[in-house]
């Protein structure tokens, strides 16, 4: 099993430009979650899916929007990138009756 | 904000001692979870401790938990070189959800 995958590994945008980074998990988890960590700071809470077709937001949610249309995926978009996005952005999933998270290799983003 | 503080920020040791490191928390809790987090890499759980739980030993990994203070500490018994990396602690809250709230962390490094 891959585990959690994310896809890119790095990107460099300009201030405004949009993209989207996709998380993949193959352990058929409920649960996924997008969270940022920045130098000095442990890792916040994004956005969650507790389900296919659900979303909410967490800690941090502005300027960022998610979707889950497949179990399996977890996209999260920047539509209009500011540098303050400039993050490490992890994925991570874990079944809903249960408590540990498993993470991706994370998406290093820099905004300039 | 973050819900939790660790203590201390930084701890550099020789191989075969023991490590410690502190969380703080402010809010009602379901568990208490550690993850390690090597350079460059996704976070990893270590151990998880239950709000009706004291003490919790994993290895060489022992946790305690002390909810009339808000706090828990994380012991590495007889370091490694690979003990190298930094370590988070992260609030379950009493929603179902697993939205972590994470320390910053305790960057430990383990000299041979």
């Known amino acids: 099993n891959a585990g959690v995958t994310q896809t890119p590994k790095f990107r460099v945008l300009k201030t405004g430009q949009s993209m989207t980074l996709l998380c993949a998990q193959d352990?058929?988890?409920?649960?996924m979650y997008w969270y940022r960590q920045d130098p000095g700071m442990g890792l916040r809470l994004i956005h969650y899916?507790?389900?296919?077709?659900?979303?909410a937001k967490g800690e941090v949610p502005d300027g960022y929007n998610v979707s889950r249309l497949k179990k399996q995926n977890f996209l999260l978009g920047l539509e209009s990138a500011a540098p303050s996005q400039t993050s490490v952005y992890f994925c991570?999933?874990?079944?809903?009756?249960?408590?540990?998270?498993?993470f991706g290799p994370g998406t290093r983003l820099t905004v300039t | 904000s973050q819900q939790g503080e660790e203590d201390p920020q930084a701890l550099s040791i020789q191989e075969g001692e023991n490590a410690t490191m502190n969380c703080s928390y402010k809010?009602?809790?379901?568990?208490l979870q550690w993850y390690r987090q090597n350079s460059g890499r996704g976070l990893v759980h270590l151990i998880l401790i239950r709000s009706n739980e004291r003490e919790k030993h994993s290895g060489r990994l022992r946790v305690t938990l002390d909810t009339s203070k808000k706090s828990s500490s994380l012991l590495i018994t007889a370091s490694r070189a690979a003990d190298t990396a930094s370590y988070f602690c992260a609030t379950d809250g009493t929603d179902s959800w697993g939205k972590l709230q994470f320390g910053a962390g305790t960057q430990v490094v383990v000299t041979p």
């Open positions: 991570a999933s874990r079944r809903r009756k249960g408590y540990e998270q498993y």
């Open positions: 899916s507790v389900g296919e077709g659900t979303t």
């Open positions: 809010t009602s809790i379901n568990n």
């Open positions: 352990m058929n988890h409920e649960y």
